[in-house]
């Protein structure tokens, strides 16, 4: 249930309308707007008329929201959710907020040689992976806490972010002073235990969707984040598992709008992953923008022929800059900057 506070209504009239749903049972989640004050109240069963709950001092209006996503929804933040980030860097407004890097940290001068070069292209997140879930046991894993270190260096020297995969629980407090964005990958997508642990965290977290998953339940994923208190949540289309074989994953451009129509938290577009081709990268990523996508997520490698995770759909430095000199012109006509 969704109650609107009127604009302008003073916080004890909003802390009374808080204390009567914790009586009936609510949990209750506050989302203070530039304009009014809108309370979400999840989790009650009893039955309530919503006229008396319309007639309490302050209150706008109250709405019933049938889908199981409550936080998740469009209409608990209507004007949309900006993700705040250090150095004055915000996902979900107008500038869309490019997040580029190796799929994994291999060592000291690759990271950074690739943070050196994504941030003269224009990049404002270095991403890279210190724990990679491979599906092979035999594969690289990643080098961990060294790894996480050679990424903060990096982003430091070149004035970067840095967005790194959390797998378990476990890893949380150690990745939290090198990280700026926690992602959680598509085979965690619905890791409820992981999910609910990042809850209780306010640092924002990047959720791919996973890949036989449909749109509900990618949202619904995000719930069980913001349920712990946690809003800071950006979502990521990555490809999806279909019939086709051509691509690693089939890109599916159009959750980039749907996900806009039915949530108000940013998306994020990963061609990397959605193609597995490095010759479909930029196609897809100009796409991504053109849909309305409010970030992108792509892999960049000093020298991918010789990478030890995803080679084979990591851009070059050259090729990724001129990737970022196509997307500034694209950007303009939809109404953005980059």
């Known amino acids: 249930m969704i109650v609107a506070m009127q604009e302008g209504a003073e916080e004890a009239l909003i802390q009374q309308v808080i204390d009567h749903l914790v009586r009936m049972g609510f949990e209750v989640h506050r989302s203070t707007g530039a304009r009014m004050t809108v309370l979400g109240a999840v989790g009650s069963g009893i039955e309530f008329d919503i006229r008396n709950l319309e007639l309490l001092p302050g209150v706008q209006e109250v709405h019933r929201i049938s889908s199981p ?20 860097i915000a996902v979900g407004g107008n500038e869309i907020i490019v997040m580029a890097g190796p799929c994994s940290v291999e060592s000291r001068e690759q990271i950074l ?6 941030a003269k292209a224009g990049a404002k997140v270095l991403r890279g992976g210190a724990f990679k879930p491979r599906s092979s046991p035999y594969s690289f894993q990643g080098h961990g806490e060294e790894a996480l ?3 903060r260096e990096a982003g430091e020297k070149y004035k970067l972010l840095v967005i790194s995969e959390v797998m378990e629980i476990s890893q949380i407090p150690l990745m939290l002073p090198y990280v700026d964005i926690l ?4 085979r965690n997508m619905q890791n409820f235990n992981l999910l609910r642990e990042l809850g209780k965290i306010r640092k924002p977290v990047l959720l791919k969707r996973g890949i036989a998953a449909t749109l509900e339940e990618l949202l619904l994923s995000a719930e069980y984040i913001m349920a712990g208190g946690n809003y800071e949540v950006i ?29 108000h938290l940013p998306m994020t577009a990963d061609p990397s992953h959605g193609t597995g081709r490095r010759d479909k990268v930029a196609p897809m990523a100009r796409a991504s923008i053109a849909a309305g996508a409010d970030a992108l997520l792509i892999e960049v490698h000093c020298n991918p022929d010789k990478a030890l995770s995803d080679g084979a759909q990591s851009l070059f430095p050259e090729q990724f800059a ?13 109404g953005r900057t980059i």
């Not at 996503?69 to 004055?88: D, H, Q």
């Not at 992602?183 to 598509?186: E, P």
């Not at 490809?239 to 129509?261: C, L, Q, V, W």
């Open 235 to 263: 979502l990521c289309e990555r490809g999806i598992r279909t019939f086709e074989t051509y691509t690693r994953n089939t890109m599916d451009i159009s959750a980039i709008p749907i996900i806009h129509k039915l949530s």
């Open 69 to 88: 996503y409550k936080l998740a929804g469009r209409s608990f933040r209507p004007e949309g959710t900006i993700v705040r980030l250090p150095n004055n």
């Open 322 to 334: 001129k990737l970022m000199d196509e997307l500034r012109i694209i950007a303009p006509a939809v």
């Open 113 to 118: 040689s690739t943070a050196e070069s994504v």
């Open 149 to 151: 270190k050679l990424l």
């Open 183 to 186: 992602q959680v990958g598509a």
